[in-house]
């Protein structure tokens, strides 16, 4: 047997549990063997895998099975979540895809409870859903820059566990990802921003501003994966300054998820010899 | 210069201007020299010309331009659209793609006027929006098994005429695209959904039923290209059983409508050197 490109399961190489972000080296690439070259090979062949768990997972959603995954993901500017969708989640089949990006709230948005627009976005049964950002704005920018009081968010982290328990009692395997990338590998992603004119409308300059509070989002997202990561919505924290490193890992978690389901094809619901004798017919 | 793989533009070939429904050959590959092999290997090629298109389509929507594209599928079922969506759509970034697939209405949607479904779905600045079945259903299944009176679907051609030119003046660019397999390419089709366990999921008995209704529906089809192709939402007819062809064509469609907005990168909005140097010291 071929010894495997992971030592660990990536599942329990990124687990969020016992992480310190503060300490983390953005740069590793936890529990794979390879090089970026066999990253790179290796990602290939998984998008297929990942595509053809896909496929199934949609067709049983067609046939009625209510189950879905749900890809959150969270980051600082330019860790690469875009990259993920683009990358990862461009390799399935766009009918089995809802994707929703949460940017800053709309004024109707914000005239509902912060769970609102996200529970409207949950997946379909069959559908692969990934939030490009998610509740989780709601207490990190919110409790970085003081958006609302601190009793307010506090009592957010219970109430998210909370709405995620109930969203995978109803069938949604949940799969929360944390990209992170050091504060130079930053200052490099953006320059390049600065740099190309075909990354100037990637660039934004609060962006740079955000870099100032960059302590502070350390200590929320360490109360975030502290507080939220649990058995029915781990957090999976990915070091993001090798971008090939994140592809494949999250490539690995979504295989890995989609595998658990134990997916077969749906069974035919109609008697198979009588539909050929009317299609022989009409 | 190396000779172009099509003799006529794929706009001409395939529009449905002077098109008769019941004498079309949906074998034949309308203006393009080559075979399938050609065909296949062009596809590669050009779903990443129309992956390149697609970004800068987003970037300018994101930068706030309204402007984005509308690929409105309709077909008998076989006729490849899903194949549309996974083969062509899937080679574009998933975060520019909007899609909507219409079924049998639900009993809210019921309640509401036959357009207000679609119209909560029209694609926002800078996406590609992709219409699974549409409003023209309301012209199709609805006239063929007269779910509702002949002189209330009479009305609604001129209808959806009004209701795509405002889409068009808002800065949607329409592509309607028909795709027609024979009856004997569709039971072709059919039987292999039969004939393989991981194809039972598609198939429907109710699909053999309108089997019955193949005429009633090339006479709707053809009131549909009939009155409803206009220079703001143009119908094209693509012949659709050979799968390669109807695949490329439709990349085409796609990559001269992106071609036509003369897309270029968003200007940077800020001043780059003093970005750069607050990046410097940040």
Request: charged fraction near 30%; aromatic fraction near 10%; hydrophobic fraction near 40%.
């Amino acid at each position: 047997m071929p010894k495997s490109p992971w030592s660990v399961p990536v599942t329990e190489a990124l687990h969020a549990s016992g992480v310190r972000v503060a300490d983390l080296d953005t740069n590793a690439t936890p529990g794979f063997r390879g090089d970026k070259k066999a990253g790179e090979l290796l990602l290939e062949e998984r998008r297929a895998v990942l595509s053809g768990l896909q496929e199934k997972l949609y067709a049983n959603g067609r046939s009625g099975d209510p189950r879905n995954i749900l890809l959150v993901l969270q980051g600082m500017d330019t860790a690469g979540k875009g990259g993920i969708v683009r990358h990862v989640i461009g390799s399935v089949d766009p009918q089995g895809v809802d994707h929703a990006a949460f940017g800053v709230p709309s004024a109707q948005e914000r005239r509902h409870h912060y769970l609102w627009r996200i529970r409207r976005q949950l997946p379909r049964g069959g559908q692969i859903g990934v939030f490009d950002r998610s509740h989780y704005e709601d207490v990190l920018v919110v409790r970085v820059h003081d958006l609302v009081p601190p009793d307010v968010w506090g009592k957010r982290y219970d109430e998210i566990n909370r709405f995620e328990r109930t969203a995978a009692n109803a069938g949604t395997t949940i799969i929360k990802v944390a990209m992170f990338v050091s504060l130079d590998e930053q200052r490099k992603r953006l320059t390049q921003r600065l740099d190309r004119p075909d990354k100037y409308w990637k660039f934004d300059p609060a962006d740079i501003d955000e870099r100032a509070y960059w302590p502070a989002y350390q200590e929320a997202y360490q109360a975030v994966l502290d507080r939220t990561c649990t058995e029915y919505a781990p957090w999976y924290v990915i070091p993001s300054d090798r971008k090939w490193y994140s592809r494949l890992a999250v490539t690995e978690l979504l295989i890995d998820a989609l595998g658990k389901l134990d997916l077969d094809w749906p069974p035919a619901r109609f008697d198979i010899a009588e539909q050929r004798r009317r299609l022989a017919d009409l």
